[in-house]
């Protein structure tokens, strides 16, 4: 009897032990599939990201515009200044690559209403032709500004995003470029425009993965 209990106790603890392994086996099994179904994740979805942020619309006529960009004092002869002291300035919308919709921008004058992307002085709806974009701003008072705007090709009116990344090409004054953690600061992007002078702005479109 005291053998035969000792072979049972035995043969108990071989099956246990055998269970645990397999079942350590298949724990093992079900974690490696899991690291690689999140590896696929990981890839895929910034690879599909990328390329809806870099794909043009398919069926529109595409662009291929270059030109200098930045702030220069011109004598733009469409730009006026009606009143003693003030400025007007003309804004030139480079870098566009879809020859469809409008670029909506925005004008602030101020750090408080530029963070909180409201109550901008002067809007702007500039409809993409021959894929060119302008606005002449005239009679603006002498200070700092700031200029955010964005090409909304499809002119649903919103800035598309995916997953919270842009699908759509946008700018700043300055041609400050926007990083991962957000747009440029209204200290980066601001220029100044004197009493009795007249501005041209080229600002190039960028997207956050590409110029």
């Not at 530029?114 to 302008?134: D, I, L, P, Q, T």
Request: aromatic share 10%; net charge positive.
């Amino acid at each position: 009897m005291p053998f035969l209990r000792f072979l049972k106790v035995q043969l108990m603890s071989n099956y246990r032990t055998v269970f645990m392994m397999r079942s350590l086996k298949a724990c093992r099994r079900f974690r490696a599939g899991l690291l690689k179904k999140a590896a696929f994740f990981l890839v895929s979805v910034p690879v599909l990201v990328l390329a809806l942020c870099n794909a043009p619309v398919f069926s529109q006529k595409t662009c291929t515009e270059d030109g200098d960009a930045g702030l220069r004092i011109t004598d733009c002869s469409d730009c006026r200044v009606p009143d003693r002291g003030m400025a007007c300035l003309h804004v030139v919308i480079k870098g566009i690559k879809e020859d469809s919709g409008v670029v909506r921008m925005s004008l602030y004058d101020r750090e408080d209403t530029y963070n909180a992307r409201e109550h901008s002085c002067r809007f702007a709806v500039m409809k993409v032709k021959n894929c060119r974009a302008g606005e002449i701003f005239n009679n603006l008072k002498p200070g700092w500004y700031a200029i955010l705007l964005f090409h909304d090709a499809n002119d649903n009116h919103e800035f598309d995003r995916v997953m919270g990344i842009p699908v759509e090409r946008f700018g700043f004054s300055n041609n400050v470029r926007a990083g991962i953690t957000g747009a440029p600061g209204f200290e980066e992007a601001r220029f100044k425009l004197e009493p009795d002078q007249c501005v041209t702005h080229v600002i190039n479109l960028q997207s956050l993965f590409s110029s």
